[in-house]
């Protein structure tokens, strides 16, 4: 995709992600380091509890999401870092072997007025899997260069 910068991203600007999809080798590595829980780490515990299989943590879920949108490449180079992430939800289970991609859109835009260099862009980022089901979704707070 073509690099963008802050004026290039108005609101109600969209875009698709590829896909990536999940192996239970990169789920349970996951959790043993980041969220250890039994249903991330155990497919007996996690078929007993009230998800039925082995899932993906939500972190995990989230960070993929999110390196799939830097992979699209539509504002990585003109990226100065974010101040947070709003409304992080998580609505269904990604299972082993689930793709999932990014659908985003930029909610709101406004240029820095104390450093007309840069905007505050914030991106809704939507995680689908493969069945077109949102699993995920959360606002990026992202600081976005201006072109010179």
Not at 7 to 14: M, R
Request: hydrophobic residues 40%.
């Amino acid at each position: 995709m073509t690099q963008r910068y802050f004026e290039d991203l108005p609101v109600g600007f969209c875009f698709s992600t590829g896909s990536r999809a999940l192996t239970r080798e990169e789920v349970v590595d996951f959790a043993r380091d980041w969220d250890p829980q039994e249903f991330h780490l155990d497919e007996d515990a996690a078929r007993a509890s009230h998800f039925g299989a082995l899932i993906a943590s939500g972190w995990q879920t989230l960070l993929v999401a999110f390196n799939l949108s830097m992979a699209a490449g539509i504002w990585d180079e003109a990226s100065m870092g974010a101040s947070g992430m709003d409304e992080v939800r998580w609505f269904k289970p990604v299972f082993p072997g689930d793709a999932i991609h990014v659908e985003a859109e930029v909610v709101t835009a406004e240029r820095s007025r104390s450093r007309p260099d840069r905007g505050r862009v914030r991106i809704r980022h939507d995680v689908v899997n493969q069945h077109g089901e949102k699993v995920a979704s959360y606002i990026g707070n992202h600081l976005i260069k201006a072109r010179a």
